[in-house]
């Protein structure tokens, strides 16, 4: 750490540590996530990091400030230090073994609303599934946005479902979502009117492109998708049929940039559809081709 005499100037000093280690793009990211790393190691709000940036910062939260600092500067994402994500304005606990959740996965969030929204048995009770659920994110904010849904949030990772568990009972949804350990669709015993997945779709071969919060810290399960980045669709397409309502049903999924086609045609190799299936492709707010929408309705 250089000569910073008081708060504002280690933040400052901190955030250009961030930018030479590759850890931030630009200044604005590097300040926030120094302002929130020295926020966490005092106990105090980043507006109060903020506020009292002429003040000297105390010994004792310096040390810890600095040991955060080089866990960031090693690499591990900062959800991981801090211990929480927001997601879809709601708090999440999270932490290694499972994914973070990133803001582009709000698009599906917003689509599966609207569909439950819309869907005929809206007011009795619909059953969705959250395919990969990962920390819970989605099935959480599905859950406090549509409280007569039924949910089953799914993942073969043990470790990931530790968190969606620490997350649903977080924000008391235990009623509501019933989480369970398989492969995809597998553990589910009944049908699925609405199926949610945001599944692994990065191609094996560009996993090590990544950057190295991703590579080194966030689980593999998470974001391989095998050789083309697609073989988790093509396995949950096989089973859709077992698994979906008979009718009025949707499918949602979240897929990589440039995939949206290839997902499209997967899905529909198993999926029967009829003269009023909706076939819709939304765009994150990026405008990436994010989210893929068959509706049977
Ligand atoms: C891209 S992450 C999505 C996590 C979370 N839904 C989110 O959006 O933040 C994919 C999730 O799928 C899970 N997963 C991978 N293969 C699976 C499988 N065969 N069956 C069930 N879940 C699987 C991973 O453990 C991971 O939690």
Aim: glycine share 6%; with cysteine.
């Amino acid at each position: 750490m250089s000569t910073a005499k008081n708060i504002r100037n280690t933040i400052h000093d901190s955030a250009k540590m961030l930018i030479d280690a590759y850890c931030a793009d630009n200044i604005d990211d590097a300040r926030l996530e120094a302002e929130l790393l020295y926020g966490y190691a005092a106990g105090i709000e980043r507006v109060t990091v903020i506020a009292n940036g002429l003040d000297n910062p105390k010994n004792k939260d310096l040390e810890q400030f600095e040991l955060l600092l080089d866990r960031r500067l090693n690499h591990e994402p900062l959800a991981y230090i801090l211990g929480h994500k927001e997601f879809y304005n709601i708090d999440l606990l999270i932490g290694p073994g499972a994914l973070i959740p990133r803001p582009e996965t709000e698009t599906i969030v917003e689509i599966a609303l609207k569909t439950i929204y819309e869907h005929p048995q809206f007011n009795q009770e619909v059953t969705i599934a959250d395919v990969g659920t990962g920390s819970g994110a989605i099935a959480i904010a599905i859950g406090m946005h549509a409280p007569h849904a039924t949910i089953f949030a799914i993942d073969k990772s043990n470790e990931a479902l530790i968190w969606a568990k620490k997350n649903i009972d977080k924000h008391k949804l235990q009623k509501q979502i019933t989480l369970l350990h398989g492969d995809l669709l597998q553990p589910l015993n009944t049908t699925i009117d609405i199926v949610i997945a945001n599944l692994p779709y990065i191609p094996t071969d560009e996993l090590q492109s990544l950057p190295n919060e991703i590579v080194k810290h966030e689980p593999d399960l998470a974001v391989n998708g095998g050789e083309d980045g697609l073989e988790l669709y093509r396995h949950f397409s096989k089973q859709l049929p077992q698994h979906l309502s008979k009718k009025n049903n949707s499918v949602i999924v979240e897929v990589g940039a440039g995939q949206i086609i290839f997902v499209q045609e997967i899905l529909l190799e198993n999926m029967s559809t009829h003269e009023n299936t909706q076939i819709q492709i939304h765009r994150d707010l990026r405008q990436v081709r994010r989210v893929l929408e068959i509706r049977n309705n």
